[in-house]
Nanobody, 125 residues
């Protein structure tokens, strides 16, 4: 069983930055692929970024490429999402997720077995 706890959300002005963190429990973290998803009110949950077990394979949705960076520290059982040049359309609840078979990143919600409780990110214009 893997438990995930996100932190680092908050209110920021457009153009600002935030760093989200996800702390994972359990002995298998280094074998998992990790993802960040987000869900805005009235919208479906969507993929933001993902990273495989080694950090050698990273995916991003097009709208965040060049602005967001996903990284992980297997020694600390943690994954991070550095968000720069934030826009009002980035406003959402951000979720950390984990999937087994960590060699591959997947961009669909159904591929992930474990989820955190979410952290709110609000970007004001």
């Amino acid at each position: 069983q893997v438990q995930l706890v996100e932190s680092g959300g908050g209110l920021v002005q457009a153009g600002g930055s935030l760093r989200l963190s996800c702390a994972a429990s359990g002995p298998t973290f280094s074998s998992l692929a990790m993802g960040w998803f987000r869900q805005a009110p009235g919208k479906e949950r969507e993929f933001v970024a993902g990273i495989n077990w080694s950090g050698g394979n990273r995916h991003y949705r097009d709208s965040v490429k060049g602005r967001f960076t996903i990284s992980r520290d297997n020694a600390k059982n943690a994954v991070y999402l550095q968000m720069n040049s934030l826009k009002p359309e980035d406003t959402a609840v951000y979720y950390c997720a984990a999937k087994p078979w960590g060699g591959y990143v997947r961009e669909i919600v159904e591929s992930y077995d474990y989820w955190g409780q979410g952290t709110q990110v609000t970007v004001s214009s």
